[in-house]
């Protein structure tokens, strides 16, 4: 167990929807980083932040926007889903902004859209 | 850009045997990080280890090591004694970024590994 939470674990829904995936972060990191991992597109980064900062983004679409709150917990929320949104999206979590820290991933949630 | 390669789609391996995943990347950066993590079948990824760019020797958790080559360019992954449990999928990933920057993972393709009894 990694420490860092998410929910839900499964998700399924239809085109055109939208839905919010949460992640707990570890105690005490400060840093979020959300990934999706497909079968044509393989581990791609999304998007971090870091102590409730946009820190980067990646091949994130602009259908698809993140938060971190005052908690640290953070939101992904996915928008206007098309089928080929359905992967496996995973957040990690860092003590700090990056350097030499591990990223320790969530069991992540699995979205389906159909 | 930064790059990693994974070329071994799959291999198999006999239970008790020593294997050995490649991991090649590309990157301009003197500084960076190599990170080599597991995804069973389960879906989620376990961290199983790390090497920096200035570290100058090769990184060893329990029965994992990393053959670390910076002049090649390569952070290949060594699990001895393999076990039944070893079979999954694996990912080397590098950490991209500088200080005061962001430090993304950039992920491979990922190697999936069968154990044989």
Same mark, same amino acid.
């Given at each position: 167990d990694s420490g860092v939470t998410q929910t839900p674990k499964h998700l399924i829904t239809a085109t055109g929807q939208r839905v919010t995936l949460r992640c707990s972060p570890r105690s005490g990191d400060l840093s979020v980083y959300w990934y999706q991992q497909s079968l044509d597109q393989g581990l791609q980064f999304l998007i971090q932040y870091y102590n409730g900062e946009e820190r980067a983004k990646g091949n994130?679409? @602009?259908r698809f926007s993140a938060q971190q709150f005052p908690d640290l917990h953070s939101e992904l929320n996915l928008s206007s &889903? @098309? &089928? %080929? #949104? *359905?992967a496996l999206y995973f957040c990690a979590s860092s @003590? %700090?902004? +990056? +350097?030499g820290d591990e990223q320790f991933f969530g069991p992540g949630t699995r979205l389906t859209v159909l | 850009a930064q790059k990693i390669t994974q070329t071994q789609p799959g291999m198999f391996v006999q239970e008790k045997e020593a294997v050995t995943l490649d991991c090649t990347y590309d990157t301009s950066d003197q500084s960076y990080g190599l990170f080599w993590y597991k995804q069973p079948s389960s879906g989620e990824m376990i961290f199983l280890i790390y090497q920096g760019s200035y570290d100058e020797q090769n990184a060893t958790e329990g029965r994992y090591s990393l053959n670390f080559q910076k002049a090649r360019k390569s952070a290949n992954l060594v699990i001895s004694a *393999?076990? &039944? +449990? #070893?079979s999954a999928m694996y990912f080397c990933a590098m950490r991209e970024g500088q200080v005061d920057s962001s430090y993304k993972l950039i992920f491979g393709s990922g190697t999936r590994l069968l154990v044989r009894p």
């Open positions: 994130i679409l @602009e &889903l @098309e &089928l %080929g #949104d *359905s @003590e %700090g902004a +990056g +350097g | *393999s076990q &039944l +449990g #070893d």
